[in-house]
Protein backbone atom coordinates (compact mmCIF):
# COMPACT_ATOMS: atom_id res chain seq x y z
CA UNK A 1 0.00 0.00 0.00
CA UNK A 2 1.21 3.30 -0.76
CA UNK A 3 0.01 7.16 0.73
CA UNK A 4 0.47 10.19 -0.81
CA UNK A 5 -0.58 12.94 1.52
CA UNK A 6 -0.44 16.72 0.29
CA UNK A 7 -2.21 19.96 0.34
CA UNK A 8 -0.09 21.15 2.98
CA UNK A 9 1.23 24.57 3.46
CA UNK A 10 2.04 28.14 4.89
CA UNK A 11 -1.25 29.65 6.17
CA UNK A 12 -2.70 32.48 8.60
CA UNK A 13 -3.66 32.05 12.35
CA UNK A 14 -7.62 31.24 11.54
CA UNK A 15 -7.19 30.58 7.76
CA UNK A 16 -8.18 26.87 6.47
CA UNK A 17 -6.19 24.23 4.57
CA UNK A 18 -7.47 20.69 3.29
CA UNK A 19 -5.40 17.55 3.02
CA UNK A 20 -5.52 14.76 0.77
CA UNK A 21 -4.76 11.69 1.12
CA UNK A 22 -4.48 9.47 -2.00
CA UNK A 23 -4.24 5.44 -1.37
CA UNK A 24 -2.93 2.76 -3.72
CA UNK A 25 -2.49 -0.63 -3.32
CA UNK A 26 -4.64 -3.85 -1.77
CA UNK A 27 -8.17 -1.98 -0.63
CA UNK A 28 -7.90 -4.50 2.31
CA UNK A 29 -5.21 -2.79 3.73
CA UNK A 30 -7.37 0.65 4.35
CA UNK A 31 -10.43 -0.44 6.24
CA UNK A 32 -9.61 2.33 8.30
CA UNK A 33 -8.01 5.70 7.46
CA UNK A 34 -6.65 8.22 9.50
CA UNK A 35 -4.01 11.73 9.74
CA UNK A 36 -1.58 12.04 13.15
CA UNK A 37 0.42 14.99 13.58
CA UNK A 38 4.23 15.56 14.93
CA UNK A 39 5.29 19.07 15.89
CA UNK A 40 9.18 20.00 16.17
CA UNK A 41 10.43 18.21 19.30
CA UNK A 42 7.10 16.87 20.48
CA UNK A 43 6.00 13.13 20.12
CA UNK A 44 3.51 12.10 16.69
CA UNK A 45 -0.11 12.67 18.01
CA UNK A 46 -3.33 11.12 17.10
CA UNK A 47 -5.77 13.71 14.71
CA UNK A 48 -8.16 12.11 13.29
CA UNK A 49 -9.55 8.81 12.21
CA UNK A 50 -12.54 7.14 9.62
CA UNK A 51 -13.55 3.47 9.44
CA UNK A 52 -15.04 2.03 6.27
CA UNK A 53 -16.27 -0.84 8.02
CA UNK A 54 -18.03 0.70 10.77
CA UNK A 55 -18.91 3.75 9.34
CA UNK A 56 -17.28 5.43 12.19
CA UNK A 57 -15.46 8.75 12.57
CA UNK A 58 -13.24 10.01 15.47
CA UNK A 59 -11.09 13.12 16.02
CA UNK A 60 -8.72 14.13 18.79
CA UNK A 61 -10.01 16.89 21.19
CA UNK A 62 -8.38 19.97 19.52
CA UNK A 63 -9.38 18.81 16.28
CA UNK A 64 -13.19 18.21 17.13
CA UNK A 65 -15.50 21.09 15.62
CA UNK A 66 -12.44 22.28 13.59
CA UNK A 67 -11.66 19.89 11.66
CA UNK A 68 -13.29 17.40 9.70
CA UNK A 69 -12.34 13.59 7.77
CA UNK A 70 -13.86 11.96 5.08
CA UNK A 71 -13.54 9.69 2.26
CA UNK A 72 -14.37 8.88 -0.85
CA UNK A 73 -16.37 5.15 -1.41
CA UNK A 74 -13.63 4.07 -3.69
CA UNK A 75 -11.23 3.91 -0.63
CA UNK A 76 -8.99 5.60 -2.71
CA UNK A 77 -8.97 8.97 -0.66
CA UNK A 78 -8.89 10.60 2.58
CA UNK A 79 -9.57 14.40 2.94
CA UNK A 80 -8.50 16.23 6.43
CA UNK A 81 -10.17 19.38 6.26
CA UNK A 82 -8.78 21.96 8.59
CA UNK A 83 -11.10 25.28 9.89
CA UNK A 84 -9.73 28.05 12.18
CA UNK A 85 -5.98 26.83 12.61
CA UNK A 86 -3.70 28.22 14.96
CA UNK A 87 -0.13 28.08 15.29
CA UNK A 88 -0.33 25.27 17.66
CA UNK A 89 -1.75 23.01 14.44
CA UNK A 90 2.01 23.90 12.97
CA UNK A 91 3.57 20.12 12.50
CA UNK A 92 4.10 17.57 9.65
CA UNK A 93 0.96 15.83 8.88
CA UNK A 94 0.54 11.96 8.37
CA UNK A 95 -1.34 10.18 6.61
CA UNK A 96 -2.07 6.66 7.39
CA UNK A 97 -4.11 3.30 7.39
CA UNK A 98 -5.24 -0.43 8.78
CA UNK A 99 -6.23 -3.57 7.78
CA UNK A 100 -8.45 -4.19 10.64
CA UNK A 101 -12.48 -3.10 11.37
CA UNK A 102 -12.37 -1.64 14.63
CA UNK A 103 -14.12 1.29 15.26
CA UNK A 104 -12.38 5.00 14.64
CA UNK A 105 -11.65 5.54 18.05
CA UNK A 106 -9.45 2.41 18.63
CA UNK A 107 -6.87 4.11 15.89
CA UNK A 108 -5.70 6.76 18.05
CA UNK A 109 -2.16 4.76 19.22
CA UNK A 110 -1.26 4.36 15.38
CA UNK A 111 -2.22 2.60 11.79
CA UNK A 112 -0.22 -0.07 10.26
CA UNK A 113 0.70 1.89 7.35
CA UNK A 114 2.36 5.16 6.92
CA UNK A 115 2.75 7.89 4.24
CA UNK A 116 5.07 10.37 3.88
CA UNK A 117 4.06 13.62 5.74
CA UNK A 118 3.34 16.99 4.52
CA UNK A 119 4.02 20.02 6.36
CA UNK A 120 1.17 22.30 7.84
CA UNK A 121 3.00 25.78 9.27
CA UNK A 122 0.84 28.44 10.49
CA UNK A 123 1.65 31.72 11.13
CA UNK A 124 0.95 34.34 13.70
Known amino acids: VQLQASGGGLVQVGGSLTLSCAAT????????MGWFRQAPGKEREFVAA????????YYADYAEGRFTISRDSARDRVTLQMNSLEPEDTAVYYC??????????????????WGAGTQVTVSS
Open 50 to 57: ISWVTSSV
Open 25 to 32: GRTSSRHA
Open 96 to 113: ASDPTYYSANYYQKGMEY
